[in-house]
């Protein structure tokens, strides 16, 4: 499949070049096994607009408009970060935007490897994925309206924010969270193998995770999280604990405090792991579990897009094209 995309995408680059200067930033449209491709900053806005549900979008790296995103597409990014083993630039998206998804669509959004640093607002949105990508402030547009169900963060970092709506749902596996709140009473949230600095949640589930600053709720769910607080009382709340608190001046746990950092890896010493083993056996935190972090984009992408500004003399056009392909 891999091998198809690069092909396909290399055929409709030569056939369809002009012989004008194109931006190195690029998107390609995939649908129905047709490929379009659109140049520039707003490659990604007039791809949202040629899209149908189920289509796919894949960004080269590069900062690109935002577009309010109402089509249930895969939008494909470089990564969140700076490859440096590849030397691939992120994928950025610039602006605030918003998400508002009909619940009769049966196609789920996916986002994977993209840099996201304003603000998302969801409307309505049901049953997405959220790969390998970094947020600023995902939150719910209305108070009385908004609907985010059954969300899911895999490998993700959220810097400032997620705000889900009253009632709403979401797991967050892998992923790094300054906060997690949420608008209401009722709704449920699953926290696995995660890193938290503050939150405000009913009903829900954390399961091998380290929450720095978050006092236990007894209508929540702990299972081998490690809490580090200097709140005696942050276990408080939860009978037959199987958590450990450490407090803050712990040397072992001294590179997760601070300010929330992108640059921060969040990497246990081999000490702290000794403090508490997951449920499954593997260290709590982002590394541990099944899907132990990693920011590098599982599918194919566009690193380099390059056309000549003109033809040569008998009519050749140069296109310089590299696809870095995903696991």
Known sequence: MRKTFILALLALVLCGARAVAQSSLMATLSHDGQISTFYGASALQQAHEAADHGDVITLS???????????????????????????????IITENFKIDIADSVTNILTMEGIFHNQKIEVANLKNAMFLKCRFNNFSYAHYNTSVMKDLNFINCR???????SDGGSASFINTVAKRIY????????????????GSNLDNSEFKNCILVDVLSNSYNSYYNNLFISDNSGALNNIPNTTNVRVPKNDERIANLLGDYSDSNPYTLTEEAKNILKGTDGTEVGIYGGNIPYDATPTNPRITKFEVSPKTTADG???VDIEVNGGE
């Open 182 to 197: 949420r608008s209401g009473n009722n709704g449920h949230y699953s926290l696995i193998n995660s890193i938290v600095f």
């Open 158 to 164: 959220i810097a400032y924010e997620f705000y889900g």
């Open 61 to 91: 790296s590069g900062s690109f408009a935002g577009v309010d995103i109402t089509k249930a597409v895969t939008i494909r990014g470089a990564g969140m970060e700076v490859d440096t083993v590849h030397a691939i630039e992120p994928t």
């Open 316 to 318: 050749k056009l140069s």
